[in-house]
Protein backbone atom coordinates (compact mmCIF):
# COMPACT_ATOMS: atom_id res chain seq x y z
CA UNK A 1 0.00 0.00 0.00
CA UNK A 2 1.26 3.28 -1.27
CA UNK A 3 1.97 5.68 2.03
CA UNK A 4 -0.10 8.78 0.52
CA UNK A 5 -3.03 7.76 -2.05
CA UNK A 6 -5.10 9.91 -3.87
CA UNK A 7 -7.57 9.80 -6.99
CA UNK A 8 -5.94 11.00 -9.98
CA UNK A 9 -8.91 12.68 -11.56
CA UNK A 10 -9.48 14.62 -13.28
CA UNK A 11 -12.44 16.11 -11.63
CA UNK A 12 -14.47 17.90 -14.28
CA UNK A 13 -16.70 20.00 -12.68
CA UNK A 14 -18.68 23.56 -14.00
CA UNK A 15 -18.04 26.64 -12.24
CA UNK A 16 -19.79 27.04 -8.84
CA UNK A 17 -19.92 23.15 -8.24
CA UNK A 18 -18.59 21.94 -4.77
CA UNK A 19 -16.01 19.50 -4.88
CA UNK A 20 -14.62 16.95 -2.77
CA UNK A 21 -11.14 15.31 -2.81
CA UNK A 22 -10.02 12.45 -0.39
CA UNK A 23 -6.53 11.59 0.49
CA UNK A 24 -5.82 8.05 2.40
CA UNK A 25 -2.44 7.95 4.67
CA UNK A 26 -0.49 4.48 6.01
CA UNK A 27 1.30 5.58 8.68
CA UNK A 28 -1.10 6.17 11.92
CA UNK A 29 2.01 8.26 13.63
CA UNK A 30 1.52 10.65 10.93
CA UNK A 31 1.08 14.14 12.76
CA UNK A 32 0.99 17.18 9.77
CA UNK A 33 -1.21 17.30 7.24
CA UNK A 34 -1.25 19.48 4.30
CA UNK A 35 -3.05 20.72 0.64
CA UNK A 36 -0.71 21.60 -1.39
CA UNK A 37 -1.69 23.41 -4.95
CA UNK A 38 0.78 22.81 -7.99
CA UNK A 39 -0.54 24.38 -11.46
CA UNK A 40 1.11 23.12 -14.60
CA UNK A 41 4.60 23.57 -14.95
CA UNK A 42 4.98 24.97 -11.70
CA UNK A 43 6.36 24.17 -7.99
CA UNK A 44 3.81 23.52 -5.37
CA UNK A 45 2.26 25.55 -2.93
CA UNK A 46 0.76 25.11 0.56
CA UNK A 47 -2.68 25.58 0.13
CA UNK A 48 -3.55 24.66 3.70
CA UNK A 49 -2.58 23.08 6.88
CA UNK A 50 -5.13 20.18 8.39
CA UNK A 51 -6.03 20.44 11.83
CA UNK A 52 -7.28 17.92 13.66
CA UNK A 53 -10.51 19.79 14.32
CA UNK A 54 -10.99 21.07 10.94
CA UNK A 55 -10.20 24.13 9.10
CA UNK A 56 -11.84 26.39 6.71
CA UNK A 57 -10.28 28.49 4.47
CA UNK A 58 -12.84 30.97 2.68
CA UNK A 59 -14.11 28.20 0.09
CA UNK A 60 -11.53 26.01 1.30
CA UNK A 61 -12.30 23.35 3.99
CA UNK A 62 -9.80 20.61 5.12
CA UNK A 63 -10.70 17.89 7.47
CA UNK A 64 -8.78 15.05 9.26
CA UNK A 65 -10.33 11.99 10.08
CA UNK A 66 -7.61 9.84 12.43
CA UNK A 67 -9.42 6.97 12.77
CA UNK A 68 -10.08 6.31 9.14
CA UNK A 69 -6.80 7.96 8.02
CA UNK A 70 -8.11 10.56 5.65
CA UNK A 71 -7.88 13.53 4.84
CA UNK A 72 -9.87 15.79 2.87
CA UNK A 73 -10.56 18.90 0.76
CA UNK A 74 -13.74 20.84 -0.10
CA UNK A 75 -14.05 23.36 -2.62
CA UNK A 76 -17.34 25.40 -2.77
CA UNK A 77 -18.50 27.49 -6.02
CA UNK A 78 -15.54 26.33 -7.87
CA UNK A 79 -13.65 29.05 -9.75
CA UNK A 80 -12.10 28.37 -13.36
CA UNK A 81 -8.93 29.78 -11.56
CA UNK A 82 -9.04 26.54 -8.79
CA UNK A 83 -8.24 24.23 -12.46
CA UNK A 84 -4.73 22.77 -10.77
CA UNK A 85 -3.09 19.68 -9.41
CA UNK A 86 -4.11 19.38 -5.50
CA UNK A 87 -1.22 17.61 -3.45
CA UNK A 88 -2.01 16.05 -0.48
CA UNK A 89 0.60 16.02 2.19
CA UNK A 90 1.41 13.65 5.40
CA UNK A 91 4.53 13.76 7.60
CA UNK A 92 5.26 11.67 10.89
CA UNK A 93 6.10 13.00 14.25
CA UNK A 94 9.28 12.61 15.79
CA UNK A 95 12.76 14.04 14.78
CA UNK A 96 12.90 12.93 11.20
CA UNK A 97 10.67 15.37 9.44
CA UNK A 98 10.05 13.99 5.93
CA UNK A 99 6.67 15.01 3.90
CA UNK A 100 5.22 12.53 1.67
CA UNK A 101 3.46 14.05 -1.17
CA UNK A 102 0.51 12.12 -2.65
CA UNK A 103 0.67 12.00 -6.57
CA UNK A 104 -2.57 14.61 -6.59
CA UNK A 105 -5.55 14.81 -7.83
CA UNK A 106 -6.22 17.05 -11.12
CA UNK A 107 -9.11 19.80 -11.10
CA UNK A 108 -10.91 21.22 -14.34
CA UNK A 109 -13.13 23.61 -13.97
CA UNK A 110 -14.87 24.61 -16.85
CA UNK A 111 -17.57 27.60 -18.04
CA UNK B 1 12.14 37.45 1.04
CA UNK B 2 13.15 35.61 -1.97
CA UNK B 3 12.40 32.24 -1.43
CA UNK B 4 14.06 28.96 -2.39
CA UNK B 5 16.31 29.63 -5.38
CA UNK B 6 17.25 26.95 -7.86
CA UNK B 7 19.06 27.02 -11.05
CA UNK B 8 19.18 26.37 -13.56
CA UNK B 9 15.95 26.50 -14.37
CA UNK B 10 16.61 24.26 -17.68
CA UNK B 11 18.96 22.09 -18.62
CA UNK B 12 19.50 19.86 -21.82
CA UNK B 13 22.27 17.72 -21.59
CA UNK B 14 23.36 15.04 -23.66
CA UNK B 15 23.84 10.75 -21.83
CA UNK B 16 27.07 10.70 -20.15
CA UNK B 17 27.25 14.39 -18.77
CA UNK B 18 27.42 15.27 -15.53
CA UNK B 19 24.78 17.46 -14.62
CA UNK B 20 24.72 19.50 -11.56
CA UNK B 21 21.96 21.50 -10.05
CA UNK B 22 21.65 24.01 -7.14
CA UNK B 23 19.67 25.31 -4.66
CA UNK B 24 19.33 28.26 -1.98
CA UNK B 25 17.25 27.92 0.74
CA UNK B 26 15.27 30.26 2.42
CA UNK B 27 17.54 31.73 4.89
CA UNK B 28 16.81 30.42 8.63
CA UNK B 29 15.24 27.66 7.51
CA UNK B 30 16.75 24.12 8.81
CA UNK B 31 15.65 21.59 6.52
CA UNK B 32 16.40 21.01 2.90
CA UNK B 33 14.77 18.70 0.93
CA UNK B 34 15.26 17.37 -2.96
CA UNK B 35 12.70 15.92 -4.87
CA UNK B 36 12.32 14.56 -8.46
CA UNK B 37 8.77 14.68 -10.19
CA UNK B 38 7.97 12.93 -13.23
CA UNK B 39 4.31 11.92 -15.04
CA UNK B 40 4.59 8.57 -14.20
CA UNK B 41 5.73 8.35 -10.71
CA UNK B 42 5.12 11.66 -9.42
CA UNK B 43 6.81 13.82 -6.36
CA UNK B 44 9.95 11.47 -5.15
CA UNK B 45 11.83 12.81 -2.12
CA UNK B 46 15.60 12.02 -3.43
CA UNK B 47 17.43 13.17 -0.01
CA UNK B 48 16.61 15.38 3.15
CA UNK B 49 19.06 17.53 5.08
CA UNK B 50 18.57 19.12 8.65
CA UNK B 51 21.21 21.04 9.83
CA UNK B 52 23.31 20.90 6.43
CA UNK B 53 23.28 16.79 7.56
CA UNK B 54 22.24 14.14 5.08
CA UNK B 55 19.48 12.07 7.65
CA UNK B 56 17.60 10.25 4.86
CA UNK B 57 18.75 9.42 1.22
CA UNK B 58 16.93 6.39 0.67
CA UNK B 59 15.05 7.79 -2.40
CA UNK B 60 18.58 8.53 -3.99
CA UNK B 61 17.92 6.46 -7.18
CA UNK B 62 21.66 4.69 -7.39
CA UNK B 63 25.00 5.78 -7.06
CA UNK B 64 25.03 8.30 -9.75
CA UNK B 65 23.17 10.51 -7.94
CA UNK B 66 25.07 12.44 -4.84
CA UNK B 67 24.01 15.48 -2.83
CA UNK B 68 25.62 18.08 -0.95
CA UNK B 69 25.07 20.33 1.56
CA UNK B 70 28.27 22.37 2.68
CA UNK B 71 26.43 25.27 4.32
CA UNK B 72 23.22 26.32 5.79
CA UNK B 73 22.52 28.41 2.30
CA UNK B 74 23.75 26.38 -0.41
CA UNK B 75 22.98 22.56 -1.79
CA UNK B 76 23.61 20.83 -4.66
CA UNK B 77 22.44 17.87 -6.71
CA UNK B 78 24.98 16.20 -8.96
CA UNK B 79 23.94 13.24 -11.10
CA UNK B 80 27.07 11.44 -12.57
CA UNK B 81 27.07 10.16 -15.94
CA UNK B 82 23.10 11.37 -16.51
CA UNK B 83 20.40 8.75 -18.65
CA UNK B 84 17.90 9.76 -20.64
CA UNK B 85 15.71 8.10 -17.58
CA UNK B 86 16.78 11.27 -15.05
CA UNK B 87 14.69 13.58 -17.73
CA UNK B 88 12.16 15.13 -15.01
CA UNK B 89 11.48 18.51 -13.27
CA UNK B 90 13.59 18.70 -9.72
CA UNK B 91 12.75 20.52 -7.34
CA UNK B 92 14.99 21.46 -3.99
CA UNK B 93 12.52 22.68 -1.24
CA UNK B 94 13.18 23.90 2.66
CA UNK B 95 10.88 25.06 5.77
CA UNK B 96 12.09 25.98 9.05
CA UNK B 97 11.90 23.43 11.56
CA UNK B 98 9.84 19.71 11.41
CA UNK B 99 5.95 19.93 10.94
CA UNK B 100 5.82 23.13 8.85
CA UNK B 101 5.28 23.75 5.67
CA UNK B 102 7.79 23.21 2.53
CA UNK B 103 8.51 26.19 0.53
CA UNK B 104 9.65 25.02 -2.92
CA UNK B 105 12.07 26.37 -5.42
CA UNK B 106 10.81 26.80 -8.98
CA UNK B 107 12.53 23.57 -9.75
CA UNK B 108 14.87 22.83 -12.97
CA UNK B 109 13.69 20.98 -15.82
CA UNK B 110 15.96 18.42 -16.75
CA UNK B 111 16.14 17.11 -20.22
CA UNK B 112 18.65 14.03 -21.02
CA UNK B 113 19.26 13.26 -24.76
Known amino acids: RKEVEQDPGPFNVPEGATVAFNCTYS??????FFWYRQDCRKEPKLLMS???SGNEDGRFTAQLNRASQYISLLIRDSKLSDSATYLC????????????FGRGTSLIVHP | DAGVIQSPRHEVTEMGQEVTLRCKPI?????LFWYRQTMMRGLELLIY????????DSGMPEDRFSAKMPNASFSTLKIQPSEPRDSAVYFC???????????FGQGTRLTVV
Open chain 1, 27 to 32: NSASQS
Open chain 2, 49 to 56: FNNNVPID
Open chain 2, 93 to 103: ASSLRGHTEAF
Open chain 2, 27 to 31: SGHNS
Open chain 1, 50 to 52: VYS
Open chain 1, 89 to 100: VVAPSGGSYIPT
